[in-house]
């Protein structure tokens, strides 16, 4: 069974600073990976998806990148603002690429 | 504007009451999906459906049960068989839920639904 783990499940920094969220995957015969981002009380907003065949995406400030192998994946955020602040969650497919299964997510604090 | 619609916001059931979540969306999205949210916790699937007429059991489907009749709506109705069922509830939708479609693949979300256990 696919388990999916994100460590740290919370983390403050300073404004300004680059920082790397990971997610850590237990079973490698994935479709495809998916950041998403979610604020207090709301939906999930789709950050980047990595398919399989795939190293790494970005957009923006935003940096995903996905080892299959070893089972991990990052997500690198520059220049961090009061903005990114909010909790990440990565997402894999399971069996099938309609059954992504969570990670617990990680509550990012920014501090100006 | 395009998007996913989730009501009601607030839902309080009953002992003994079902209830049913609407979610509806106008992305002209083949795939649907229904996870649950518990604090701290990441999204557990409760049901998906691929195309109108067909849904398949997701991680936790017991206590609920789901419908798609049209397109562009997935109603959850919450039975009494579930015994707890105080959670955010979310709805998504992607263009396609099949494998290897890349970006088709990515799950949009409504903005959820608290239901509270009176």
């Known amino acids: 069974k696919q388990e999916v783990t994100q460590i740290p499940a919370a983390l403050s920094v300073p404004e300004g600073e680059n920082l790397v969220l990971n997610c850590s995957f237990t079973?490698?015969?994935?479709?495809?990976l998916q950041w998403f981002r979610q604020d207090p009380g709301k939906g999930l907003t789709s950050l980047l998806l990595?398919?399989?065949?795939?190293r790494e995406q970005t957009s923006g400030r935003l940096n995903a990148s996905l080892d299959k192998s070893s089972g991990r994946s990052t997500l690198y955020i520059a220049a961090s603002q009061p903005g990114d602040s909010a909790t990440y969650l990565c997402?894999?497919?399971?069996?099938?690429?309609?059954?992504?299964?969570f990670g617990q997510g990680t509550r990012l604090t920014i501090n100006p | 504007d395009g998007g996913i619609t989730q009501s009601p916001k607030y839902l309080f059931r009953k002992e003994g009451q079902n209830v049913t979540l609407s979610c509806e969306q106008n992305?002209?999205?083949?795939?649907m999906y229904w996870y649950r949210q518990d604090p701290g916790q990441g999204l557990r699937l409760i049901y998906y459906?691929?195309?109108?007429?067909?849904?398949q059991k997701g991680d936790i489907a017991e206590g609920y049960s789901v419908s798609r009749e049209k397109k562009e709506s997935f109603p959850l109705t919450v039975t009494s068989a579930q015994k707890n069922p105080t959670a955010f509830y979310l709805c998504?939708?992607?263009?396609?839920?099949?494998?290897?479609?890349?970006?088709?693949?990515?799950?949009?979300f409504g903005a959820g639904t608290r239901l509270s256990v009176l």
């Open positions: 997402a894999v497919s399971g069996q099938g690429a309609q059954k992504l299964v």
């Open positions: 079973d490698s015969a994935i479709y495809n």
């Open positions: 459906s691929q195309i109108v007429n067909d849904f």
């Open positions: 992305l002209n999205h083949d795939a």
């Open positions: 998504a939708s992607s263009i396609d839920g099949g494998p290897g479609q890349g970006a088709k693949n990515i799950q949009y």
């Open positions: 990595i398919q399989s065949s795939q």
